[in-house]
């Protein structure tokens, strides 16, 4: 049985940092691309960042950029996400996603986690 477990969230101040992890079991994940996405109450779900199997290749969302990375640790099947400079507006439920295909919407990942909560208080 495939899982990906989140772990990481929590309350921080605006202007803070949080490491968010996820790690996967069930099969490997060492071949295939790995993602972050939130959702903020009301809202739909969006996309954060991703990486590739190898770790060369990273995107993310505008808003973003210069503010979190995304890393991976293959060996232990697992991928992270550092936020800094954490925006109230940024408050959401984080979700991993892996396998699939290397990309910024939903639909192209096949796995999900269950999702951390993520609250940035002003």
């Known amino acids: 049985q495939v899982q990906l477990v989140e772990s990481g969230g929590g309350l921080v101040q605006a202007g803070g940092s949080l490491r968010l992890s996820c790690a996967a079991s069930?099969?490997?994940?060492?071949?295939?691309?790995m993602g972050w996405f939130r959702q903020a109450p009301g809202k739909e779900r969006e996309f954060v960042a991703a990486?590739?199997?190898?770790?060369?290749?990273?995107i993310y969302e505008d808003s973003v950029k210069g503010r979190f990375t995304i890393s991976r640790d293959n060996a232990k099947n697992t991928v992270y996400l550092q936020m800094k400079s954490l925006k109230p507006e940024e408050t959401a439920v984080y979700y991993c996603?892996?396998?699939?295909?290397?990309?910024?919407?939903?639909?192209?990942?096949?796995?999900w986690g269950q999702g951390t909560q993520v609250t940035v208080s002003s």
């Open positions: 996603a892996a396998a699939g295909r290397f990309g910024r919407t939903a639909y192209e990942y096949d796995y």
């Open positions: 069930g099969r490997t994940f060492s071949r295939s691309p």
């Open positions: 990486i590739k199997w190898n770790g060369g290749n990273k």
